[in-house]
Structure formats: C-alpha cells, structure tokens
C-alpha cells in the first residue's frame, strides 16, 4: 500500500451533497488529476476537533436520491449512464454500505478498500481541510493503482445532524467511529456521536445483521459507548469469538493516525462492537 503523504491539489466545488472527486490543478501540494502524487499531510493540517452543533455551510443532499454518486464512484456510476452504471434499468444499482463517521486522513477507508473490494464506502468528515486530503488520497491511490480504490470516497458533512439525508433504510452493513472526540466536559456531553438518540438514527440506517464499530483511548468514552450500545434495545453485543476472527477489527486500531499514535506511545484501547439486531430478538 503506497505512503499517505505525497503532493496533490485542491478538488473542485461540491455538487448535490457529496465534495466533487475531481481536481484541475495543485493549489497546495502540487501535482495533477492521474499523476498518482499523494497529498502531504502538512498542507491539509486543521484543528483535531470541529464543534459538531456549529451550523456549517456545505451543500447537504434533501434525501438519499438527491446523492450524485457518480461524482464519487465513476467506475459503477459513469456520469453519462446515469445513476445505473450499465444503463440497463432493470439491474440494481450498488448502494453505499459502509460509512466511516469522522473518517480523519482516510486510512480506514484505505484499508477496507482492498478486503471489500465490491463494497461502496463513504468517510465523512467535518474538516474541511482534511476531507480535501482524503479526497485528493483517493484520486492519486486510483491513479497509481488502476482498478483499485474505486470503490471508496469522502464526503464534507456533520453526521450528527444529516445522517438520513445520505442513507436509506437499512442501507448500510458497517458503520465505524475511530477514535471520536471525547468531549470530556459533563456539558459536552450532548456533542458525543454515540448517544441514545443518535443510535436511534444509526439503527434506521443499518440493516439487521449490522455491525456497528466503536473504538476509543478514553476510557471512560470507551465505557460511555459500550453502556449506550447495550441499552438500546436495537443493538447486540458481538460475541468475543467471532470478533476474533472478524478482519476488520485489528484495522481498528492500527489504520488511523490515531490509532498509530496510540500503539507508538503504549497506550491502551477500548473496543465496543454491537450488532444491529431485530426487535424480535429481545
């Protein structure tokens, strides 16, 4: 897997809800569309945290149709088929599955990419600065890996407030939230991104069978999103055998810059993965 930190330049202006995966020229670390420079992390620096109750000024999509998909996936959605990639009206057109909230600098994204290589995925990120990067990272990973990363983008948004704007019901199969901002202070609570009525919305999305991944270096974030997980009723421990063998756990913790910031300094990490489960089942 290629180094996350070469030249790259500034994408265009969003349309529909999703930032444009495309770019003209290198406005700050150089380089140009298919050239395969990846961008430098220090030109895409911002504050580590965004306050996510702030009113932003990005385009949000009215529903999940309204999404231009093919701004972000053109191999399954060229823009001149329309939104069945094939053009044959009759076949399904893949839907987005997994979404990494607070996606950061993308290395989740990265790492998926290759084990689910047929899975559409979506980072959403706050930052505008950094979801620039991620979007410049995935163009130049397309460009010196042709016929990979295809299947993964990023989008500018607040995922506290605009989550059912992107998915449908029961659209995703995965949701993840690494290393969120711990929001210390008992007042700041309400700006966590794993709560009970959060869940609520993240539960709408995922469909039954679901898997839900949490992981912290707070540890009493660590026990804040594990107890809100078993208290709603819609949500279900993973048994601890099958996390072991699950592959996309150990990119939890090793994928993001985070998580590499962590292991370097010895630090200790607190998982919480829940299944999406039927009221049924209770």
């Known amino acids: 897997m290629p180094p996350p930190d070469e030249a790259g330049g500034e994408p265009d202006a969003a349309p529909r809800g999703l930032g444009q995966m495309t770019r003209t020229s290198g406005a700050n670390g150089g380089g140009q569309q298919g050239s395969g420079k990846l961008p430098r992390k220090r ?11 702030s009113d932003s000024h990005f385009p949000i999509p009215i529903a999940p149709d309204d999404v231009d998909l093919s701004q972000h996936y053109p191999r399954y959605f060229p823009a001149d088929k329309g939104e069945h990639g094939d053009g044959d009206g009759d076949a399904e057109a893949p839907r987005i599955r997994f979404a990494d909230v607070g996606c950061g600098f993308g290395g989740l994204l990265v790492g998926l990419s290759p084990l689910f290589p047929d899975k559409l995925m979506i980072g959403m990120e706050l930052r505008d600065k950094v979801t620039e990067y991620v979007k410049e990272r995935v163009l130049a990973l397309r460009a010196s890996n042709p016929g990979q990363y295809d299947n993964i983008s990023v989008v500018r948004t607040n995922s506290m407030k605009y989550i059912p704007n992107y998915f449908g019901k029961a659209q995703l199969s995965k949701m993840f939230f690494l290393f969120p901002d711990p929001h210390f202070k008992e007042k700041n609570h309400r700006r966590r991104v794993i709560s009970m009525h959060l869940l609520d919305e993240y539960a709408y999305v995922m469909e039954v069978g679901g898997i839900i991944y949490t992981i912290t270096d707070v540890e009493e974030l660590g026990i804040w999103m ?24 150990k990119l939890l913790s090793s994928a993001t810059e985070e998580g590499q910031k962590v292991a370097r300094n010895g630090g200790q990490t607190f998982q919480a993965i829940f299944r999406r489960i039927s009221l049924q089942e209770e």
């Open 226 to 249: 594990r107890t809100c997980l078993e208290k709603h009723p819609l949500f279900q421990a993973v048994p601890e055998e099958e996390i072991k063998v699950d592959p996309v756990v």
């Open 43 to 53: 030109f895409y620096r911002a504050r580590a945290h965004s306050n996510p109750l």
